[in-house]
């Protein structure tokens, strides 16, 4: 571990520099300190002793002292005769510690309800934390489109040890996914232990275990995720899913017909959202598709309902009912059949 200006810290996980023991003491004392604090004593957040407080990103709040230890711990055991004296080091440091006492926390500081996972290596630790401590059910949204190989490779560690302990997994994934030969791949080798479902689109990617810690992103490109253990803070993302859960459909399953002679069952998804005036970049995200498909899409939808610009699109969408939810069997056989301008062999119901 380096400081910024390239000095090297002498120590280990087991102890603190002193620079990096006056940072620590102050947050604990004060409940949180300013993250330029910490820029000179970058083990800190090497360590996790510090993490961002999720209210105000500017700031870092302490990790409890008796956690510190307890994760530190955990590796000084798997070590020979000689890390006892690690060991014995390490809780000498951190009784220190814990003596200070954690003071009443500033407004908006975290809790351990609420935790900031900075940066895949502490995002990935704390999943196989959660995964070795996981005995019923997974429950994960994936959005996006096909998943690539390398990240269901790096997951099928995880997933493997959770059959192998009778876990029940539930996925969600977008209908493109639907076309990723990875995904099927995975679900076979998976067997009768993951359960997939499919929507148009999903919401964020979100990870439950046991329904006592979850797992969201914190940022956009997904280098930060929270963990959260407040249960009525758990219990609404697993509402949510379980709502999603019933409106999807299984992987197993196909899709249902849009009852309209060539419009397929992305190109309804698409006349739904062009109808409440997003554009192409956000459809394409919420569909888990590239721009350059959705706009392929939107051209086929044009020259099947016969519209020659994205106004008149707008209105054959609507005169034909894809500005909506799909209509069911019986009210489109009670429809006449609706001729689509310039081709009239072609006809929607």
């Not at 639907?178 to 679900?187: A, D, K, Q």
């Amino acid at each position: 571990m380096t400081e910024r200006g390239g000095g090297e810290h002498p120590h280990g996980a087991d102890r603190l520099c002193e620079g990096g023991d006056r940072v620590y003491s102050r947050a604990v004392r004060r409940g949180r300190v300013p993250r330029r604090d910490a820029d000179a004593v970058p083990c800190l957040l090497e360590l996790a002793l510090l993490h961002p407080d999720p209210d105000d990103m500017d700031w870092l709040v302490p990790t409890s002292p008796q956690e510190v230890m307890t994760r530190l711990l955990r590796g000084v055991y798997d070590e020979v005769s000689a890390s006892q004296r690690r060991m014995g080091s390490a809780v000498a440091a951190f009784e220190w510690y814990t003596r200070l006492g954690l003071q009443p926390k500033a407004p908006g500081a975290e809790g351990s309800a609420i935790r900031v996972l900075d940066g895949d290596h502490r995002i990935q630790a704390a999943l196989d934390e959660a995964t070795q401590a996981c005995t019923t059910e997974v429950l994960t949204v994936q959005p996006g489109g096909i998943r690539p190989e390398h990240e269901l490779t790096e997951g099928l560690h995880r997933s493997l040890a959770l059959r192998g302990r009778g876990v029940r997994m539930r996925d969600l994934y977008t209908h493109v996914a639907r076309h990723g030969h990875g995904l099927l791949n995975y679900l076979e080798l998976m067997g009768e232990s993951v359960e997939a479902r499919t929507l148009d689109e999903v919401i964020d990617r979100l990870i439950v275990f046991d329904r006592t810690v979850a797992f969201i992103p914190a940022n956009t490109d997904r280098t930060m995720a929270l963990e959260l253990r407040h249960p009525a803070l758990v219990q609404y993302l697993v509402t949510v899913f379980e709502r999603f859960w019933r409106l999807a459909i299984p992987l197993t399953a196909p899709l249902p017909d849009t009852g309209i002679k060539g419009i397929s069952h992305r190109e309804q998804s698409i006349a739904a959202l062009l109808a409440e005036g997003h554009q192409d970049a956000v459809i394409a995200e919420r569909l888990g598709i590239s721009v350059r498909t959705c706009r392929a899409h939107i051209a086929r939808l044009s020259e099947t309902l016969g519209a020659a610009s994205r106004t008149q699109l707008g209105v054959r969408i609507a005169q034909v009912g894809l500005d909506g939810p799909p209509r069911s069997r019986n009210a489109e056989s009670s429809l006449p059949p609706l001729s689509l301008p310039d081709q009239e062999s072609r006809t929607a119901r």
